[in-house]
């Protein structure tokens, strides 16, 4: 039988005296990410607004507060918003209440969590339009007063489920069962504004895709690398190794040490290159090189592979739900 989590944090407390404080970033290494077809995504999407009845946010469920941008904070003010906390599956939501309410206090009043992995997702089927057009109904639509039909913007950060979601929408409430957007598991997929895509029958609702879009300087370290380890940047800018040793610093932080009963390590430890050289040995991830001094090669830890898997695992879920933002 597995030891539970305060259990082992409380067999374990005496380490937390070696722990890092804070996370700090290697000189010359930061959390920036924001390429050209977020810029023109976002000039796209300010020209169609006077269309728009509705801006549909979807965010990641393990990081409901970090990396909304002031942008979509801008837009809630204009336009009715609904805000999808996706992946909820993967989040440690027995808090949802304390979320909820600390997002209205942010000035966001309707929040509904998905898992668009399920397919009989109740949320989706039974609650989404309905409050949507709730939504819709409590702010003037100004030019589109008297449209019978409902358009609706779907933004977000990258790689929070949004393509996902059309697809997922557009299967369960039309008779159109091809998917119409390319999908992905990594940032970056969805590079333009689509045009509209029909979503629902009756009332009849047409939505658009946006590129995930992040705000253009991420001032605050731990912030942007939550975002990194939900997968909402793509690796290679920060660097899998430091995403990895942001994750271990999370759960030192926390006191939450599943990650050592996870990967088979004999005690917690702060340092990401004990990890990683673990898992390269439980896996047999070796790198080659030929030496310098000699025709021989030598053979390395292949760091890189083991952060991968970590990251993989991580995002799946398989060590277990988290909530990264604290409430």
Not at 95 to 105: A, F, G, P, S, T
Not at 262 to 284: G, R, S
Not at 290 to 310: E, Q
Request: glycine residues 4%; positive net charge.
């Amino acid at each position: 039988m597995r030891p539970c989590r305060t259990e082992m944090s409380t067999k374990f407390l005496n380490f937390s005296c070696n722990f890092r404080h804070a996370f700090v970033l290697p000189h010359g290494h930061q959390v920036q990410w924001f390429p050209g077809h977020m810029q023109k995504g976002i000039a796209q999407l300010l020209s169609r607004l006077r269309s728009i009845d509705c801006v549909l946010e979807i965010h990641d469920s393990r990081v409901p507060f970090s990396g909304r941008t002031p942008l979509f904070k801008d837009l809630m003010k204009m336009k009715a918003h609904v805000l999808l906390l996706n992946k909820c599956d993967l989040a440690d939501i027995s808090r949802k209440n304390d979320i909820v309410h600390r997002l209205k206090e942010e000035g966001v009043d309707k929040v509904l969590f998905t898992n668009l992995t399920d397919p009989k997702s109740k949320v989706i089927k039974r609650e989404l339009f309905p409050v949507i057009v709730e939504a819709i109904h409590s702010k003037p639509r100004f030019n589109r007063e008297t449209s019978q039909d409902y358009e609706m913007a779907v933004i977000g950060v990258p790689n929070v489920g949004k393509s996902t979601f059309i697809n997922y929408v557009r299967h369960t409430h039309t008779t159109m069962k091809k998917k119409s957007l390319k999908v992905g598991a990594i940032a970056g997929v969805t590079r333009s504004v689509s045009g509209k895509i029909r979503a629902n029958f009756n009332p009849p609702v047409y939505l658009t895709d946006t590129p995930g879009i992040l705000t253009p300087r991420v001032s605050d370290v731990e912030e942007g690398m939550k975002l990194a380890l939900c997968g909402c940047v793509p690796d290679h800018v920060v660097g899998e190794d430091l995403v990895v040793d942001f994750m271990l610093y999370w759960f030192n932080k926390h006191r939450d040490f599943r990650y050592m009963e996870h990967f088979n390590l004999p005690e917690p430890t702060d340092d990401v290159t004990v990890l990683l050289n673990h898992v390269a040995k439980e896996n047999n991830f070796i790198k080659r090189m030929k030496s310098i001094d000699s025709n021989n090669y030598d053979y390395f830890p292949d760091y890189i592979a083991s952060a991968r898997l970590v990251l993989k695992q991580f995002r799946e879920g398989a060590l277990g739900p988290a909530l990264l933002d604290d409430i």
